[in-house]
């Protein structure tokens, strides 16, 4: 007996449920993301939820397009770190998807196991979306209970947003604390942020400015100088609050900082003001 796909149920519910997904993995890996960005990659997943309506795709080719399909709405959902973070996010998707779906397959067995169609690698519930709805809520939350039961859950207040201003340019970027970063300018003694290039690199000042500090550092890979500048302001943003901090040097460095793009010395935390 053939069954009727409803294409705004397919596309709607997958929506919702892909932005949970993904949304679970931003908090599994405590990635600070933008809820539009979430939103995005939760619309491209809702559009290859479609492909569930395309003719019969051989095995092989199938899960070629889904790992496609995984890698497009990871880089569209969180901002490519290097190449060893991305397949950290794509694997923690694969393991929260295969979680989610088995979940979501047991309580739906118990509900009423008839309905379900998987074609194309692409799932669907012949159910209304607010039973779907509900079912996923309830997954999401398990998986959270999971997550914070292993032990996996960082302190959200690690990261946060900040804001470099310096002559007529600003930067901003996402920064985490690290309680490693003990950082100071030697002649002033003011705390140190850690910014990529990537985000603080055109504001540095030319050398014979004379307005560039070298901080001395000492790392697991050796030690070294790092080119550091002193702001007209940082501003730290925590939800609707914001800390100004001007006592403070910006120090710029070539590696890559995993999931921030600047490591925050945590005296700074200490010494801002609203």
């Not at 949304?23 to 619309?43: C, D, E, Q, W």
């Not at 990537?198 to 307005?211: F, N, R, T, V, Y």
């Not at 609050?241 to 910006?250: L, P, S």
């Amino acid at each position: 007996m053939k069954q009727t796909i409803y294409v705004d149920v397919l596309v709607g519910v997958n929506l919702f449920i892909n932005y949970f997904l993904l949304l679970a993995v931003s908090k599994f890996l405590t990635i600070p993301v933008r809820r539009r960005r979430i939103l995005l990659g939760a619309l491209l997943g809702s559009a290859y939820s479609l492909f569930i309506l395309l003719p019969d795709i051989p095995v092989m080719l199938s899960l070629l397009v889904k790992l496609i399909m995984s890698a497009t709405i990871i880089l569209a959902s969180f901002s490519f770190r290097g190449f060893k973070q991305f397949l950290r996010q794509l694997a923690t998707f694969y393991i929260i998807s295969f979680s989610f779906a088995g979940l979501m397959l047991a309580i739906w067995y118990f509900i009423a196991p008839q309905g379900l169609i998987i074609k194309n690698s692409v799932v669907y519930f012949n159910i209304s979306p607010l039973l779907l709805i509900l079912l996923t809520v309830v997954c999401y939350l398990m998986i959270r209970l999971i997550h914070r039961i292993s032990g996996r859950q960082a302190p959200e207040q690690l990261f946060y947003r900040i804001r470099i201003e310096y002559g007529n340019q600003t930067a901003a970027c996402v920064a985490k604390v690290d309680t490693g970063n003990s950082l100071c300018e030697p002649f002033s003694n003011y705390p140190v942020v850690v910014v990529t290039n990537g985000c603080a690199g055109k504001m540095l000042p030319s050398e014979d400015s004379g307005k560039i500090r070298l901080v001395p550092f000492h790392a697991v890979s050796g030690d070294g100088l790092l080119p550091a500048f002193k702001p007209d302001r940082l501003v730290i943003l925590s939800g609707k609050k914001e800390y100004e901090q001007k006592n403070v040097y910006i120090a710029v460095t070539q590696a890559r900082l995993g999931e921030a793009e600047a490591l925050l010395n945590p005296d700074l935390l200490q010494r801002t003001s609203a």
